[in-house]
């Protein structure tokens, strides 16, 4: 039972045409995180919702922004993906931020630039 | 950014055997230790996380060994099956947000019949 889903599994878009990623979690978790993996790299964490507040990282490029309109969905917005925005996009949740709040991981979507 | 690094970049053991994987921090605030599993087309997953008050913590098959004074910590799998294949991240980060773990380069396990 997936209990951090994200949609679509696969995306592919143009060079400069706006994208948007989904994710949905059925675990009623106050935290979501998004997350970029290249291929062969680390995730690397690109901003984080905690309830309602949004906490962007200072190297997250401004072409990437998120949406939270509710608890269980949350999206990210590419507002012109380049060649170099291809990659693997993670959603995480934790109930909270502690230590004992395991993250949970989607699936993924993997997005192809043309 | 404060940097984990992470060793080996992929790793071959044979069934039965003892897999390891090293990584090192640099912050010495960082207290959240984790290591996570992922397999191809996958997120990763959560397999064990420590903090610095215990050298050791082990689950089932996976232990994780912590040196805070060389600020050290590793995964050793006891008994590697291929299941077990798969990449693995360390993770150094704090406790009050353990999704703002910076994470290691990852590691190929390849785990041999």
């Known amino acids: 039972d997936a209990m951090v889903i994200q949609n679509p599994r696969y995306q592919v878009t143009q060079f400069g045409k706006p994208v948007t990623l989904s994710c949905s979690q059925t675990?009623?978790?106050?935290?979501m995180y998004w997350y970029q993996q290249k291929s062969s790299q680390a995730p690397k964490l690109l901003f984080h919702?905690?309830?309602?507040?949004?906490?962007n990282e200072a190297d997250t490029p401004d072409n990437f922004q998120s949406r939270r309109p509710n608890t269980s969905f949350c999206f990210l917005d590419i507002r012109s993906p380049g060649l170099g925005d291809a990659a693997m996009y993670l959603c995480?949740?934790?109930?909270?931020?502690?230590?004992?709040?395991?993250?949970?991981f989607g699936s993924g979507t993997q997005l192809s630039v043309l | 950014q404060q940097q984990v690094k992470q060793s080996p970049q992929s790793l071959i053991v044979q069934k039965g055997g003892i897999s390891i994987i090293n990584c090192a921090y640099e912050?010495?605030?960082?207290?959240?230790f984790p290591w996570y599993q992922q397999f191809p087309g996958k997120g990763p997953a959560l397999l064990i996380a420590?903090?610095?008050?215990?050298s050791e913590k082990k689950e089932g098959r996976f232990t994780i060994s912590f040196n805070k004074s060389a600020k050290q910590f590793s995964l050793h799998i006891m008994d590697s099956q291929p299941g077990d294949s798969a990449t693995y991240f360390c993770?150094?980060?704090?406790?009050?947000?353990?999704?703002?773990?910076?994470f290691g380069d990852g590691t190929t396990l390849t785990v041999k019949p």
């Open positions: 675990l009623n978790h106050n935290v």
């Open positions: 420590i903090r610095p008050d215990v």
């Open positions: 995480a949740t934790s109930r909270d931020k502690g230590f004992n709040e395991k993250l949970f």
């Open positions: 919702y905690y309830d309602k507040d949004f906490n």
């Open positions: 993770a150094a980060g704090k406790t009050t947000n353990a999704g703002k773990s910076t």
């Open positions: 912050n010495t605030a960082f207290d959240y």
